[in-house]
């Protein structure tokens, strides 16, 4: 007899990107690339580096489960400590959320091919999860307003989105707020606010202040620290509190928040990773577009490709990582005929495009795929 309840017997785990190490003995290859997880190019912040060196020395004791960092968060947002949330990564927020607010008759809603991350811990409860279709690529805010039930009981809105990279604006969120009882929590997680937050229409949910929203944001993109497993959030106080009551007590781990609260600091960095994003968001963008290629327009640090088929975006994921670069085929998330290529340094960035033209030169099915769903 099966130990595990059927939410959890039939559900797919997290598969991560595939590691340079692995694709480099897998190929015996020299150089590999890995622009499959959105991480940041630059490395890490070296506030954070330097503020994790510093904290060696009190790794024998317990933490305070993030109170240093939550205080830090909460004077630069200005908000009240009781009003913010820090854990290991958002993952480990949303999972928190997902335990203390979930009933078994409660409902989950969200897009179509949501981010993976949310998907298996939304399912490993094992509760209904709705979906609403993309439309063209970006939330169809209106419909999933249309398609909350008396049974709704959590919406999970990621802004920028992963993966198509694209945003809802400030009014369309503001009219789904509306049409959307309180008894809804809404999840907005907002991994890559730092991406998008200075296009106008961005709606950075912490100008405005709902009591049945939680706004996550995250340490391992921007900052470069995905490995460290740093994220924060914030919500009412009294959401906040029953987070607190179900998540692990000593959780974030010391080095952790120490290096939150460094790179919160290191602007010079952020600054420096968002500038070269833009510069290698652009000329992906414009290379792969040059080629024929169909991308949807991106707010964040990645590109998604679409193509015409299934076949040709597994030949072009396969063919590029026997190249050494590898990318994020999106099967798993639903989408079997897109792929998420991360934005990289622009050695990089070049090293991909120039493997890109190898592949095609080599496939003349792709060539002429692409040729005739360009025209
Ligand atoms: C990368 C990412 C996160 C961040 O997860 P962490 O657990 O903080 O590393 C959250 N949401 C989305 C949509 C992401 O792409």
Request: aromatic share 10%.
């Amino acid at each position: 007899m099966p130990l595990a309840p059927p939410s959890i017997e039939g559900l797919r785990p997290y598969e991560p990107g595939r590691s340079v190490e692995e694709v480099r003995r897998l190929y015996g290859l020299q150089r590999v690339v890995k622009l499959a997880s959105n991480e940041n190019p630059l490395g890490s912040s070296p506030g954070a580096i330097a503020a994790i060196r510093k904290h060696t020395s009190d790794l024998h004791t317990y933490t305070q489960g993030g109170l240093r960092l939550r205080e830090a968060l909460a004077e630069r947002y200005v908000v009240k400590t009781d009003n913010v949330i820090a854990g290991s990564g958002s993952d480990s927020i949303m999972g928190n959320i997902v335990r203390a607010f979930l009933c078994d008759d409660d409902e989950i809603l969200t897009t179509e091919a949501a981010f993976i991350g949310f998907q298996v811990l939304a399912k490993s409860r094992g509760v209904a999860y709705e979906t609403v279709p993309y439309r063209s690529w970006r939330y169809d805010l209106e419909a999933m307003a249309a398609a909350v039930t008396d049974r709704t009981k959590i919406v999970y809105l990621a802004n920028p989105n992963n993966p198509t990279g694209t945003i809802f604006t400030r009014k369309e969120f503001e009219s789904f707020y509306h049409h959307v009882p309180e008894r809804v929590l809404i999840i907005l997680d907002e991994a890559y606010f730092e991406y998008a937050q200075d296009n106008p229409l961005y709606p950075d949910s912490m100008a405005y202040r709902y009591d049945n929203v939680i706004t996550l944001r995250t340490f391992s993109k921007v900052y470069g620290l995905a490995g460290v497993r740093i994220g924060y959030g914030f919500a009412h106080e009294n959401l906040i509190g029953h987070l607190l009551k179900v998540k692990l007590p000593f959780e974030p781990g010391a080095l952790a928040e120490a290096a939150g609260v460094a790179a919160l600091d290191d602007r010079a960095f952020v600054h420096r990773s968002l500038e070269a994003n833009a510069l290698g968001l652009r000329f992906l963008r414009h290379e792969l577009g040059e080629r024929g290629f169909e991308t949807v327009p991106s707010e964040a640090n990645f590109i998604m490709v679409v193509f015409p088929d299934v076949a040709i975006a597994s030949a072009f994921t396969q063919g590029l990582l026997e190249q050494g670069v590898i990318i994020r085929p999106l099967e798993s998330f639903g989408l079997p005929q897109c792929v998420r290529i991360s934005v990289g340094t622009i050695e990089e960035n070049k090293f991909c495009i120039e493997c890109i033209d190898k592949l095609t030169a080599r496939l003349p099915e792709l060539r002429d795929r692409l040729a005739a769903a360009g025209t």
